[in-house]
């Protein structure tokens, strides 16, 4: 491990369509969501890492040590908590403020269901909004995420990072009825 391994650990819980990971993401100093959208490797390595299938979900937790996860499989990434030194990356001049609204949003991103809010610039259009956020990870605040197969199954995130590719439906949240499990 190199000294910026060192500087910043991230612990997570991540999603794909067949499995529940949770463990430790070492991301180089970097901030966790400016790594994981600007990063160009192909997989996720955690550390300290414990997986479950969705599918067989009443099975317990296995404990893996490090799992390599495939970026484009990753449905939601749900943040925990960081650790370590300060961040690398070097000061920056700061950006001009721009004043934001929130809107809550549902993703369809099967099998999850996803209803969280959506950080956008008080003056932009939610729909021009939603269709050209930058990043390959769009992140949502206050989320909650239901596996549709087996609503009883729900994940909660102050911050939730969805995969853009894997999303196949984004829409104002209070529009239409979600059915089983939404409160």
């Not at 993401?25 to 299938?53: C, I, P, Q, Y």
């Given at each position: 491990?190199?000294?910026?391994?060192?500087?910043?650990?991230?612990?997570?819980?991540?999603?794909?369509?067949?499995?529940?990971?949770?463990?430790?993401?070492?991301?180089?100093?970097?901030?966790?969501?400016?790594?994981?959208?600007?990063?160009?490797?192909?997989?996720?390595?955690?550390?300290?890492?414990?997986?479950?299938?969705?599918?067989?979900?009443?099975?317990?937790?296995?404990?893996?040590?490090?799992?390599l996860?495939?970026?484009?499989?990753?449905?939601?990434?749900?943040?925990?908590?960081?650790?370590?030194?300060?961040?690398?990356?070097?000061?920056?001049?700061?950006?001009?403020?721009?004043?934001?609204?929130?809107?809550?949003?549902?993703?369809?991103?099967?099998?999850?269901?996803?209803?969280?809010?959506?950080?956008?610039?008080?003056?932009?259009?939610?729909?021009?909004?939603?269709?050209?956020?930058?990043?390959?990870?769009?992140?949502?605040?206050?989320?909650?995420?239901i596996?549709?197969?087996?609503?009883?199954?729900?994940?909660?995130?102050?911050?939730?990072?969805?995969?853009?590719?894997?999303?196949?439906?984004?829409?104002?949240?209070?529009?239409?009825?979600?059915?089983?499990?939404?409160?």
């Amino acid at each position: 491990m190199d000294e910026n391994d060192r500087l910043l650990v991230t612990r997570i819980e991540v999603l794909t369509g067949e499995h529940h990971l949770i463990g430790d993401v070492r991301t180089a100093g970097r901030r966790f969501s400016t790594w994981l959208n600007l990063d160009e490797t192909r997989t996720l390595t955690m550390h300290d890492a414990v997986l479950r299938s969705l599918p067989e979900a009443q099975r317990s937790y296995t404990d893996v040590g490090y799992v390599l996860v495939n970026r484009d499989a990753i449905v939601a990434v749900i943040l925990r908590e960081e650790s370590g030194g300060a961040l690398a990356e070097p000061p920056r001049k700061p950006l001009e403020y721009v004043d934001k609204e929130r809107h809550e949003v549902v993703v369809s991103a099967p099998p999850f269901a996803i209803k969280g809010y959506i950080h956008v610039a008080r003056s932009a259009d939610l729909q021009r909004a939603l269709d050209t956020l930058a990043g390959h990870f769009v992140p949502l605040t206050k989320a909650r995420l239901i596996y549709t197969p087996h609503s009883e199954f729900s994940w909660e995130g102050e911050v939730v990072l969805v995969n853009r590719v894997r999303a196949h439906l984004f829409w104002p949240a209070g529009t239409q009825p979600l059915g089983e499990g939404w409160a």
